[in-house]
């Protein structure tokens, strides 16, 4: 699975927009820094809970980052606290789960940490941004899922913007990020409303010209952010 030029930094001022590379497809997602080498893509799912239609429990063979790639894995998995050790020793730099998936958050954040990796949390569309609010603090990046998670394609939607401008007026440095449906006809909403982490698929790999559609997403989240900037 593709992957996308850099890790986010919250949005502030003199960084650089993340526009990883992905879809809604169930697995883990790679992101690299720009001039890192490209490497293979790390990926590992096994889709239980959301996706039921999906063809049954999908799992992946260990795998390992050989790359000088910077990794976020967006675990869309029924059991994430499973998957933090293979992950780390596997080479990840961030483990991504979802809230609705974890028991015990406080508990799961602490083991990603112990393990070396930084923490991002993801909600879907249904959940509302208070349930991530608590956790704010704890971790280094929110994830607002614009789709149902789990399978590429799906419209953009748009009523979730709401939640990113929520996150950034309550969490100024904290990196958020925006998957599904996002694009060159959606990608101003999602910067405007204050993501500076975009994962993008669809709009991508079916692009005759994929290069000009990152470096248009790339400097859409760019100029957002300097904006945001001067405004403060």
Known sequence: MA?????????GCGRAPAVPR??????????????????RPCST???????????????????????????????????????????????ANQYTFHLEAADNPGALIKDIRENGMKVGL??????????LAPWANQIDMALVMTVEPGFGGQKFMEDMMPKVQWLRTQFPSLDIEVD???????????????????????AIMRSADPR????????????????RCLDR
Request: glycine share 18%; aromatic share 4%; with cysteine.
């Open 122 to 131: 993801a909600i879907k569309p249904g959940t509302s941004v208070e349930q």
């Open 45 to 91: 799912a096994t889709w239980r809970r959301w996706a039921p239609s999906a063809g049954g429990c999908w799992s992946a063979a260990p795998i390992t980052c050989t790359s000088t790639s910077w990794t976020d894995m967006h675990m869309m998995v029924a059991r994430p606290e499973q998957w933090v050790q293979p992950m780390a020793v596997a080479g």
């Open 22 to 39: 992905g879809g809604g497809a169930c697995a883990g997602r790679r992101r690299w820094r720009p001039g890192a080498g490209s490497g």
């Open 3 to 11: 992957a996308g030029l850099r890790r986010g930094g919250g949005g």
């Open 212 to 227: 000009s559609v990152i470096n248009l997403l790339r400097n859409v989240c760019s100029e957002a952010a300097q904006k």
């Open 180 to 202: 599904g449906g996002v694009g060159p006809d959606t990608i101003h909403k999602c910067a405007e409303a204050g993501a500076n982490m975009i994962v993008s698929g669809s």
